[in-house]
């Protein structure tokens, strides 16, 4: 490895992936012509422009390197190296120690090309005469550097520095503002709620579905903390008596969070909810949503139709938008023209066209609709079907040849038929024309690290329709889940899949039990089910079953 190397990887990287069908020779050009403007690696620009993925560069610098690749998820890490490697210089080149054995360092590290990285760590480490490096993703590299010296500011420790009057270099509110996004997005929570209650403001985060209080602060902060809100927002901060709806973009290492932020009116003042939106976290590929591999199946097979209308239905915040994202990521091809129309784009997607509702105009999703079939799409994604022209529109659009995407909010998939009909689209027609319909809710995950195990009592067994006595796992609580005993969500689904005779049958104007009767014995399986497995499987408890479906219809 040496410098020569290094500065001619762009042509050799290059090459390597249009040879290997990852890159078109249009793509490379235009990243080479980024690469000489901007101040950024050929692999940061090739990522920026969203031609490749992280996980096929790594692959691909792995394969030109010489080196291996490292999954840092399933890699233990060596405590001692701590004391080490100072986070700063980790942080700096971006790599984090996996072991020191007979004065040879290995570290994972995203660039195997960063020759500066490895002079440093051989000149200013003791101990160290040969540092070998392993690929790996850089945002796993970010991650595990984040876990493995922790942070050290805190909500707490910064407004006891504020009272105490301890100098600063930024203003204490900017500083107390950045410290609570920072900290909800570490948790990976998905809401941040600022609350005034009278004499003081209460400080909430949504985790894994749930409200979990923080801390309360005097309301003498609130002011200075609501203003610095709609400024970051680039909202009205004159405006106090009206509900309001800002964004912005907070950067955490080279992750982009986007922050939608709304302000609303109440007798103790404006209360502030700011929805966190990491797209490194939240756009995951079908493997990755924690739906069961029957599901998965299922709705795979229903995608391979041309055309068709594929719903996903559910409550405000199951996921349906983000499950949305993943499927069309799933065909997503150059081959394809994708369009969408939402209230609000929550993600920018790379080869995907997105047009947010409320910049259009004033036109509504039924308008929208109609533009869109005029700018040659192939797919087209509607954010969601609330009233009957946009149900007309996209009915029209799938009878015209289009596969059409988009939600509703009912509870169940066999419900979402009698709400299409209720928005004046008749059996008859939505026959032939349905693909399939998705229904689906987030559970907890019980945390691997402190889950217990326990015989299932007689009013469990009678609950999940048991004949015998099985083990069971309840939450226990410890650090690594916050007490809370839950880490991390997964999706409950149902699916229901729109054949010939599904289609046939729906002609008929079938009553909801006879659809459901011709359902199972296709293949069916109702989202209680689903749940019932995840309980009996350890993955989540009976409580939290319990919480998110009935699972009387898991009989």
């Known amino acids: 490895m040496d410098s020569q190397r290094a500065s001619s990887l762009p042509h050799l990287l290059g090459t390597t992936l249009v040879r290997q069908g990852l890159l078109s020779l249009d793509q490379l050009d235009i990243a080479m012509k980024e690469h000489a403007l901007q101040e950024t690696s050929f692999e940061e620009c090739l990522l920026n422009l969203g031609f490749m993925s992280e996980g096929a560069l790594a692959e691909v610098l792995s394969i030109l390197s010489g080196y291996e690749r490292v999954n840092l998820k399933h890699t233990l890490l060596d405590p001692t190296l701590k004391s080490l490697v100072p986070r700063g210089?980790?942080?700096?080149?971006?790599?984090?120690?996996?072991?020191?054995?007979?004065?040879?360092?290995?570290?994972?590290?995203?660039?195997?090309?960063?020759?500066?990285?490895?002079?440093?760590?051989?000149?200013?480490l003791p101990g160290v005469q040969e540092v070998i490096p392993l690929i790996a993703l850089e945002s796993d590299i970010l991650e595990a550097i984040d876990q493995y010296y922790g942070y050290d500011l805190s909500i707490r420790g910064l407004l006891k520095e504020i009272e105490v009057g301890s100098s600063v270099r930024d203003h204490p509110t900017i500083r107390l503002v950045n410290v609570i996004l920072i900290d909800a997005i570490k948790l990976q929570a998905s809401d941040i709620h600022f609350e005034p209650e009278g004499a003081f403001m209460r400080l909430r985060y949504r985790i894994d579905g749930l409200l979990t209080q923080v801390c309360t602060l005097h309301a003498s902060y609130w002011p200075a903390i609501c203003v610095r809100l709609k400024v970051m927002s680039e909202m009205n901060i004159a405006e106090c008596r009206r509900p309001q709806n800002g964004r912005m973009t907070f950067y955490v290492g080279p992750r982009e969070i986007d922050l939608r932020v709304s302000s609303h009116p109440t007798i103790h003042g404006e209360n502030i909810v700011v929805r966190i939106l990491d797209k490194s976290r939240s756009l995951r590929p079908l493997e990755g949503l924690g739906y069961s591999a029957d599901v998965i199946d299922r709705i795979k097979q229903a995608l391979q139709r041309p055309e068709g209308i594929f719903i996903i239905t559910g409550p405000t915040g199951c996921g349906k938008t983000t499950s949305l994202y993943s499927m069309l990521g799933h065909i997503s091809t150059p081959l394809l023209n994708i369009m969408t129309l939402e209230e609000p784009v929550e993600y920018k997607i790379p080869l995907i066209r997105q047009?947010?509702?409320?910049?259009?105009?004033g036109i509504d999703f039924a308008e929208g609709v109609r533009s869109i079939l005029r700018q040659d799409p192939d797919i087209i994604l509607i954010g969601e079907i609330r009233d009957?022209?946009?149900?007309?529109?996209?009915?029209?659009?799938?009878?015209?040849?289009?596969?059409?995407f988009s939600t509703l909010h009912t509870n169940d998939s066999l419900s979402a038929i009698h709400r299409l009909v209720d928005l004046g689209l008749s059996e008859g027609i939505l026959a032939g024309n349905l693909m399939a319909i998705v229904a689906q809710r987030l559970v907890r995950r019980l945390c691997s690290s402190c889950k217990q195990e326990k015989t299932s009592s007689l009013e469990e067994m009678a609950i999940l329709n048991l004949a015998a006595s099985v083990p069971l796992f309840v939450p226990q609580g410890c650090t690594a889940c916050r007490g809370t005993g839950y880490r991390g969500r997964g999706a409950i689904a149902e699916v229901l899949v729109f054949d010939e005779e599904m289609s046939e049958l729906l002609t008929r104007s079938p009553s909801r039990g006879v659809l459901k009767e011709a359902a199972l014995e296709r293949g069916y399986r109702p989202m209680a089910r689903d749940a019932r497995q995840r309980i009996l499987s350890g993955e989540t408890s009976l409580a939290e079953g319990l919480r998110v479906v009935d699972l009387r219809e898991a009989a």
């Open 89 to 124: 210089l980790a942080e700096r080149y971006c790599f984090i120690p996996i072991s020191l054995d007979k004065e040879i360092l290995r570290v994972a590290i995203a660039d195997a090309y960063n020759v500066t990285a490895f002079d440093v760590l051989r000149t200013t």
């Open 355 to 361: 047009s947010d509702v409320r910049e259009l105009g």
């Open 388 to 404: 009957s022209p946009t149900a007309q529109m996209a009915l029209r659009a799938s009878m015209t040849g289009h596969q059409v």
